[in-house]
Nanobody, 116 residues
Framework: QVQLVESGGGLVQPGGSLRLSCAVS????????TGWYRQAPGNQRELVAT???????NYADSVKGRFTISRDNAKNTVYLQMNSLKSEDTAVYYC??????????WGQGTQVTVSS
């Protein structure tokens, strides 16, 4: 059973930075697309960024130029570097692994709060 564990969330002031990490168990990580999503109170879960097994990235318009997704296949980990944070970035951030025909596997989420 694949498990994903996020870390790195917290409270940060507007304009600040955070780096989220998501560690994936097992030895299949390198073969699949992985990504970050977020969900703010009262909102649906939305895409933040994804990265394919060969490193092709995709970002939501709202985070382009501020957030960077990366992966380290040797460490089975995906990262989200978040810079120039805004209050509207406040949400629970989830990572996932897209197992294609076997569906999506999600982490438990990590809270990011941007507030002065």
């Amino acid at each position: 059973q694949v498990q994903l564990v996020e870390s790195g969330g917290g409270l940060v002031q507007p304009g600040g930075s955070l780096r989220l990490s998501c560690a994936v168990s097992g030895n299949i990580f390198e073969f699949y697309t992985t990504g970050w999503y977020r969900q703010a109170p009262g909102n649906q879960r939305e895409l933040v960024a994804t990265i394919t097994m060969v490193g092709i990235t995709n970002y939501a318009d709202s985070v382009k130029g501020r957030f960077t997704i990366s992966r380290d296949n040797a460490k089975n980990t995906v990262y989200l570097q978040m810079n120039s944070l805004k209050s509207e970035d406040t949400a629970v951030y989830y990572c996932n692994l897209d197992l294609r025909t076997r569906g999506l596997v999600w982490g438990q989420g990590t809270q990011v709060t941007v507030s002065s």
